[in-house]
Every structure is written in structure tokens, then in C-alpha cells.
């Protein structure tokens, strides 16, 4: 069996971070040095890259802790723990009461990354979900892209390699526009075929503080959801989103 290779440069750099995370205090050079078991001429070397970052702080002592720029992380890595332990009580509901699948995800560097999907009891085309999706042929996707100010959506189009996963999928500029606008109108966005060959999604917003920070959708097979309705699978959807944008204040 062969073993993954990790690149030592970031194995050793996230040690350094990790030994300055657990010090109850700065910490040195030749301290870090001994503690990591790597040479001083390495630790300095990556806390200066560390330090350009602002991921460290150095004292005038030569001494170091955590800086800004690493709570930052800390900071995100918790809003969105925190918005899946709202949502999640809310999907696994959805969930049990429609048998479909739900999807919570977020938007980050021009793509869709969900976060949480809870798998209803009938069985989906969709045996688990990408992590990343694009936004421009995914029901959540197309929800963020509806809320771009005008040169955000520009800057976008201009940068997207647009993909045909499908003969549904919309690759032509001007089409999309026209759906981004139906959403804004609707709040409901849809993925009709558009990234699997008999798989729908329909999307809805969650907001905080009426500023959306994610999305939640749910999928299934098209055949399967036309049977048991789109619109009262809309109602369900509509319902989680209002319950969780209520938990969400």
C-alpha cells in the first residue's frame, strides 16, 4: 500500500503554529526549535513567512504567539459550525417528513461548498453530493449569484469557465441573467437537470440579519419529486428556510 506523501514545509509550519497555540505564553525560537524537533534555522525561516501573513506576532523580545489573521480563520471555522448545528435539526425534520435529500451549503471563492446534506429514506440518482459545486449550474449556486451587485455578477461571467455537464445546463450569458432575475423575484432557484441527467434541486436562501449566508436545497430524483409534487416539496423547503432563518436572528 502506498503511502500519501505531505509536503514537510506545511507539516512543519502547522507544528510551529500548533506548539505557539498550546504555549500558555510567547514563545522563542530555540524553544520552538526544541519542541518541533526542527532545526532553528527552519523555524525562523517559516515564522518570518508566518509572521508576513500575520498568522504570528513577534514581540521585541524575538518571542511569538497568534496573530490576527489566524482568528480570523478560527472565527469562520466556527460561524459555520455554529450554522450547521442551527440548520441541522431543521434538515434532519425536512428530511424525515419528505423522505428527500437536504442540502445546506455556502458560497466561497465563486463556488458552491456544502457543508451538510441529510439523506432522506427514498434513495437518490445522487449517491453523495460533490463537496464543490459551481454556481452557475446548481440550484444553491444560482441563489448566491442572484444577490451580485452588477459588477461582482460582470467580474464572474468574465472568470467562469462555463461546462455543458448537460444539454440542460446554461452556458449563454444572457439566458442566465434572465433566470437570476426570475430568482430574485421568486426567491426559489432550481437546477433542472442541469448538472446529472435526472437529478432536480430546488434552492431557497438563509439569511442573518437579512443578509444571506447560506442556502439550503433539496434533490432528488426528477421523476420521483414530479410525483410527489413540486409544490409541496416547495411549501417543506419554504418552511425549514423561515424556521431556520428565524434560529438564524
Same mark, same amino acid.
Given at each position: 500500500m502506498?503511502e500519501?506523501?505531505?509536503n514537510k514545509?506545511?507539516?512543519n509550519?502547522?507544528?510551529?503554529?500548533?506548539v505557539i497555540?498550546?504555549?500558555? #505564553?510567547?514563545?522563542?525560537?530555540?524553544?520552538?526549535?526544541r519542541k518541533?524537533?526542527?532545526p532553528k534555522t527552519t523555524?525562523?525561516r517559516?515564522l518570518d513567512s508566518?509572521e508576513q501573513?500575520?498568522?504570528v506576532?513577534k514581540?521585541? $523580545?524575538q518571542?511569538?504567539n497568534?496573530?490576527?489573521f489566524?482568528?480570523?480563520?478560527?472565527?469562520q471555522?466556527?460561524?459555520?459550525?455554529?450554522?450547521?448545528?442551527?440548520?441541522?435539526?431543521f434538515?434532519?425534520k425536512?428530511?424525515?417528513t419528505?423522505?428527500?435529500t437536504?442540502?445546506?451549503?455556502i458560497l466561497y471563492?465563486s463556488?458552491?461548498?456544502?457543508l451538510?446534506?441529510?439523506?432522506?429514506?427514498?434513495?437518490s440518482?445522487q449517491?453523495?453530493l460533490?463537496p464543490?459545486?459551481?454556481?452557475?449550474?446548481s440550484?444553491i449556486?444560482?441563489?448566491f449569484?442572484?444577490t451580485?451587485?452588477p459588477?461582482q455578477?460582470?467580474?464572474?461571467?468574465?472568470n467562469v469557465?462555463f461546462?455543458k455537464m448537460?444539454?440542460?445546463?446554461?452556458? $449563454?450569458?444572457?439566458?442566465?441573467k434572465?433566470?437570476l432575475?426570475q430568482?430574485k423575484q421568486?426567491?426559489f432557484?432550481?437546477?433542472r437537470? $442541469?448538472?446529472e441527467?435526472?437529478l432536480?434541486?430546488i434552492a431557497l436562501p438563509?439569511?442573518?440579519?437579512?443578509?444571506?449566508?447560506? #442556502?439550503i436545497s433539496v434533490?432528488g430524483?426528477?421523476?420521483?419529486?414530479k410525483?410527489y409534487g413540486?409544490?409541496?416539496?416547495?411549501?417543506?423547503?419554504k418552511?425549514?428556510?423561515?424556521e431556520i432563518n428565524?434560529s438564524?436572528?
Amino acid at each position: 500500500m502506498t503511502e500519501n506523501k505531505i509536503n514537510k514545509t506545511i507539516a512543519n509550519t502547522f507544528n510551529i503554529i500548533d506548539v505557539i497555540a498550546n504555549a500558555n #505564553a510567547k514563545i522563542g525560537v530555540s524553544e520552538l526549535s526544541r519542541k518541533t524537533h526542527l532545526p532553528k534555522t527552519t523555524v525562523f525561516r517559516l515564522l518570518d513567512s508566518l509572521e508576513q501573513l500575520k498568522i504570528v506576532n513577534k514581540s521585541d $523580545e524575538q518571542e511569538y504567539n497568534l496573530g490576527s489573521f489566524f482568528y480570523k480563520f478560527v472565527a469562520q471555522a466556527k460561524n459555520k459550525n455554529d450554522l450547521v448545528q442551527i440548520a441541522l435539526p431543521f434538515m434532519k425534520k425536512f428530511a424525515k417528513t419528505t423522505g428527500e435529500t437536504i442540502n445546506l451549503g455556502i458560497l466561497y471563492n465563486s463556488e458552491v461548498v456544502y457543508l451538510k446534506s441529510i439523506t432522506g429514506k427514498y434513495f437518490s440518482l445522487q449517491v453523495k453530493l460533490i463537496p464543490v459545486a459551481p454556481l452557475y449550474c446548481s440550484s444553491i449556486g444560482k441563489i448566491f449569484l442572484s444577490t451580485f451587485s452588477p459588477d461582482q455578477l460582470s467580474a464572474y461571467l468574465k472568470n467562469v469557465d462555463f461546462k455543458k455537464m448537460t444539454v440542460n445546463t446554461i452556458t $449563454e450569458i444572457e439566458p442566465l441573467k434572465k433566470e437570476l432575475n426570475q430568482i430574485k423575484q421568486e426567491q426559489f432557484s432550481y437546477d433542472r437537470e $442541469e448538472s446529472e441527467y435526472g437529478l432536480s434541486c430546488i434552492a431557497l436562501p438563509i439569511l442573518r440579519k437579512k443578509k444571506i449566508v447560506a #442556502a439550503i436545497s433539496v434533490s432528488g430524483p426528477t421523476a420521483r419529486m414530479k410525483a410527489y409534487g413540486f409544490k409541496k416539496i416547495k411549501t417543506n423547503l419554504k418552511f425549514t428556510a423561515e424556521e431556520i432563518n428565524k434560529s438564524m436572528c
